[in-house]
Nanobody, 122 residues
C-alpha cells in the first residue's frame, strides 16, 4: 500500500508559479508510474502530466506543455509538479496518483492523494 499526500497548493496571480509536492509513504514508489490530474468546479477530472518507465519518460497534456514539469526525488520518496506561467484556467483541485506498473493508461492508477487546491487569479 502507498499513501499519497499532496501539498503546495494556494492562491497565485496569473503568470506566477507554484510547486506541488506529492509525498508517498508505505513503500518506495521510485519505480512506480506517477501522474498528476486536476478537476475544476463543474468539470470532469483531466490528465495533467505523467512520469512513466521508472522516471525515464514524461507525458503532458497539451494545455500545460511547456509550462508544467513533473519530476520525482526518489531519495525523498516525493513527486513534484512545477507549474509556471499559471493561468486562471489552471484553477482546480490537483491530485497526484501512483501505480506499481511502469506505465498507466488514462486514470487507471491504484493510489490517489486527497488533492490540493490551486487558484489562479486574473
Amino acid at each position: 500500500q502507498v499513501q499519497l499526500v499532496e501539498s503546495g497548493g494556494g492562491l497565485v496571480q496569473a503568470g506566477g508559479s507554484l510547486r506541488l509536492s506529492c509525498a508517498a509513504s508505505g513503500r518506495s514508489f521510485s519505480t512506480y508510474a506517477m501522474g498528476w490530474f486536476r478537476q475544476a468546479p463543474g468539470k470532469e477530472r483531466e490528465f495533467v502530466a505523467a512520469l512513466f518507465w521508472f522516471g525515464r519518460t514524461t507525458n503532458y497534456a497539451d494545455s500545460v506543455k511547456g509550462r508544467f514539469t513533473i519530476s520525482r526525488d526518489n531519495a525523498k520518496n516525493t513527486g513534484y509538479l512545477q507549474m509556471n506561467s499559471l493561468k486562471p484556467e489552471d484553477t482546480a483541485v490537483y491530485y497526484c496518483a501512483a501505480d506499481p506498473r511502469a506505465v498507466v493508461a488514462g486514470d487507471a492508477y491504484n493510489y490517489w492523494g486527497q488533492g490540493t487546491q490551486v487558484t489562479v487569479s486574473s
